[in-house]
């Protein structure tokens, strides 16, 4: 990964940037509303805001900053993200809600790994993983993405469609699945995996995700996705690391 003032350039332009699509996104000329539409408009969505989570919980990762900072940017996103939500920002609070999940992800990582040692990087993926599939199958995640409105704003991000092509948003981006991402970014790091895989695997796991969700007209877990994206590139180095001393 890219280190030093550039490593501080990225983590502080990519959230900019990612606020501007979710602030212009209305602005942008629409594509219609069918299901090439939907993955257009989610596609690049995900994009934006996994870019943010990634980001952020790279820059974060490193021993060298004190959980102290860590917190404080988590509770100072919770404060943009109470106040836009306040005064109805919808989308445009995606871009801070992904900077408090990537802040959230990274103090996980620090206590998964510091209370339950490197075998936390395959452990917990799978555990997660399967979770978020029973939950997506017969719980509260399957009821929000039902359509059932109460606490669906707070337990994801709003994906926007462009020109208001559609009434609401075009699709959701649940908080947990970018605390996770962030989670095991931040491990990838910390643990010396293939970080450049690693991010590109979770990623791939989300649009994946997006792409059968939209495909099949129904919820799809994404953390099952993403952990086999973290997972698979790190498969050698995690055989390694879960292998007792």
Same mark, same amino acid.
Do not use: K
């Given at each position: 990964?890219?280190?030093?003032?550039?490593?501080? &350039?990225?983590?502080?332009?990519?959230?900019?940037?990612?606020?501007?699509?979710? *602030?212009?996104?209305?602005?942008?000329?629409?594509? /219609? %509303?069918?299901?090439? $539409?939907? +993955?257009?408009?989610?596609?690049?969505?995900?994009?934006?805001?996994?870019?943010?989570?990634?980001?952020?919980? !790279?820059?974060?990762?490193?021993?060298?900053?004190?959980?102290?900072?860590?917190?404080?940017?988590l509770a100072g996103a919770v404060l943009v993200i109470a106040v836009m939500d306040g005064s109805g920002a919808g989308a #445009?609070?995606?871009?801070?809600?992904?900077?408090?999940?990537?802040?959230?992800? %990274?103090?996980? $990582?620090?206590? +998964?790994?510091? !209370?339950?040692?490197?075998?936390?990087?395959?452990?917990?993926?799978?555990?997660?993983?399967?979770?978020?599939?029973?939950?997506?199958?017969?719980?509260?995640?399957?009821? &929000?993405?039902?359509?059932?409105?109460?606490?669906?704003?707070? *337990?994801?991000?709003? +994906?926007? #469609? !462009? /020109?208001?092509? *559609? %009434?609401?948003?075009?699709?959701?981006?649940?908080? #947990?699945?970018?605390?996770?991402? %962030?989670?095991?970014?931040?491990?990838?790091?910390?643990?010396?995996?293939?970080? !450049?895989?690693?991010?590109?695997?979770?990623?791939?796991?989300?649009?994946?995700?997006?792409?059968? #969700?939209?495909?099949?007209?129904?919820?799809?877990?994404? +953390?099952?996705?993403?952990?086999?994206?973290?997972?698979?590139?790190?498969?050698?180095?995690? $055989?390694?690391?879960?292998?007792?001393?």
């Open positions: 990964m890219v280190r030093g003032p550039a490593s501080i &350039l990225i983590a502080l332009g990519l959230p900019l940037v990612a606020l501007a699509y979710f *602030l212009c996104a209305g602005a942008l000329p629409g594509v /219609g %509303a069918g299901d090439q $539409a939907l +993955l257009a408009y989610c596609g690049v969505g995900v994009v934006a805001a996994a870019g943010v989570v990634l980001c952020v919980a !790279w820059a974060t990762a490193p021993e060298r900053i004190p959980v102290a900072i860590v917190a404080l940017l #445009s609070a995606s871009a801070a809600e992904a900077v408090g999940a990537a802040a959230l992800g %990274a103090l996980l $990582a620090r206590g +998964l790994v510091r !209370w339950i040692g490197p075998v936390s990087a395959v452990v917990v993926p799978v555990f997660v993983a399967i979770v978020d599939a029973v939950s997506v199958a017969a719980g509260p995640s399957s009821r &929000l993405a039902d359509g059932h409105p109460r606490g669906a704003a707070e *337990l994801s991000m709003d +994906l926007p #469609s !462009w /020109g208001h092509a *559609l %009434a609401g948003p075009a699709g959701r981006l649940g908080l #947990s699945d970018a605390v996770f991402v %962030a989670a095991f970014m931040a491990c990838a790091l910390r643990l010396g995996l293939r970080a !450049w895989a690693s991010a590109l695997g979770m990623l791939a796991g989300l649009l994946g995700t997006v792409a059968i #969700s939209i495909e099949a007209d129904r919820a799809i877990p994404a +953390l099952p996705l993403v952990a086999i994206g973290f997972l698979a590139p790190n498969a050698d180095r995690l $055989a390694r690391l879960a292998r007792p001393a």
